[in-house]
């Protein structure tokens, strides 16, 4: 089936809407204070203490790069996003960098990193495509332009922030804590350019 012109129209400009940092990313100091001090208040399993530099030493080649993406995906004892999958990119680089500086760092304003699984296609298929190739427990199915005109209208943005946090029948991230926010973006981006079917070259 193929959308009709206005229809494609409508949904190249949603995927080529710039994305808006979201007002509901946290502070690093709010986001260490409630979820990131029940290991690295105390040193939990050895957990490297906030703001404590011999701590955090043996780890600093690493940049802050480097830590906030293991953060992301976890580590050894460090689950992935702190164990809370709703945490974004930018909430993780955040709070990294005012765990390791005691606060001194300023908020970033984009995340330090970002972990990449491959391809919004090759993402879907390994992560989405269980519930969403079939429409499994409601999921709208791949391509089908009714199942998804009334979603549409929340906007890229708004479809990225379901995927992310959940909804209804939909896990947080698909069920894989370790997606990024920009692993999610492009599957995300991926299912909606396939609704516009197939365009001319
Ligand atoms: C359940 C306990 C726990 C929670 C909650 C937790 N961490 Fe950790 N974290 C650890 C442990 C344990 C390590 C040490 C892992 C290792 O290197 O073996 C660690 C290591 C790290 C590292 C260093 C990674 C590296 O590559 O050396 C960073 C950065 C980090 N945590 C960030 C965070 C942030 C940010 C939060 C809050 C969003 C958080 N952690 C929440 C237990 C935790
Ligand atoms: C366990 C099944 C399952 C998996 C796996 C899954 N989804 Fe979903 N998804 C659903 C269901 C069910 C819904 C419909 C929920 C609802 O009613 O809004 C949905 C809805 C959505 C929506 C629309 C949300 C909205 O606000 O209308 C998006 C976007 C989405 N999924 C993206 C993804 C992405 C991206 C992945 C892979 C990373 C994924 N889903 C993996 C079941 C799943």
Redesign the pocket.
Known sequence: MFASLPTRIALSALLLAPSILLAADRSGKE??ES??I???GTG?????RIGNATDWAP?AA?GLD???Q??ITG?????A????AK?TDL??SR??AY??SGGVTPDTAKPYATTTKGSGEHIVDIACGGCHKEGKGGAPKIGDLEAWRPRLQKGMDGLVTSATSGHNGMPARGGFADMSDSDIRAAVSFMVSKISGPTKP
Request: include cysteine.
């Open positions: 986001v260490v979820v990131c029940a290991c690295h939990k399993d050895g957990a490297p780890r690493k480097k830590l906030s293991n953060a580590v050894r004892k460090m689950p996003h702190g164990g809370q945490l909430e993780m709070a990294t765990m390791i």
